[in-house]
């Protein structure tokens, strides 16, 4: 007798529920913040990983079961394209250039579950290379922050989920793995204690909070523009990936102003491309209590 699927639907849309509670639970929290459409994108598409496993439970028509995943697996690839763009003043227009992303994506995606072009079940090699790619930027990006194993769990996730669609595999069996890969990550991100991080300076928490939720991409670039501004002015201290530390090129204090409190002037000023002035507030006051930072 043929083994009845609906235990695994059930069991793969309650995955999927709980990875979608942990990121609209930090889309809440991001007011303000630019990384805030990544966790709306992100919470889209674990949305629509829930309504896919209730329509094929419910049994509704296979082919808008079928649209609905492609949608959801295609929405997955989005939130990394969002954080591409998430600086000030640009964030929001950026949200054009991944809703057309978007779109390019999900017509392959549907053609691989068997919509539009009949008896055909394949990507396609520049849509699947172009999929692969961002996904591979999204484990590149948190690889070395303190979300590196939730990086890599969700990135395992969103390749098995390229491969099912790649492979046409539409038994929700088969989406048990990335569905626990998922809510793993996921709770990891929020759940993770905070380490060893009162014993650093409030700019030092300051620093690997933002470096923890905005990752390489701006992580490096933020670290550069302030550095930068440091060599010129010869201030004291510099950004490194692991904090702040003295600048062996500092020059002796002037009469109307410390050098030190331009560094931290100006470090602030960077952040706010990014961040609130409360977040900011928050993060170099007191080390946070959560893995993920409070509003990123």
Known sequence: MPQDPQPWLWLASLLWLGALYFAFTGWKRSRGLTVRAALAWASAALAAQVVSEWG?????????????????????????AAVLGAKRPQAHAWQFVVTSLWLVLTLPFLVSYGLFVPGRREMGAIPFGFALVLILMGIGNYLATRHGIAAILIGAAQLTLLWLADHAKSNSLWYLAPAALTLV??????CRPAGRRSTKTPDDRLWLAFRDCYGAVWGVRVAERVNAMGRKRGWPQRLTWFGIVDSPNATPPLADGSPAGEFQRAFHMVLRS??????????????PLVGHPRGG
């Open 56 to 80: 094929h439970a419910a049994m509704i028509p296979p082919a808008l079961a079928a649209a609905i995943r492609a949608v959801a697996v295609s929405t997955s690839l989005c939130p990394m």
């Open 274 to 287: 990014f961040v609130t002035a409360d977040w900011i507030a928050e993060h170099a006051q007191t080390p």
């Open 185 to 190: 990550g996921a709770a990891w991100v929020a």
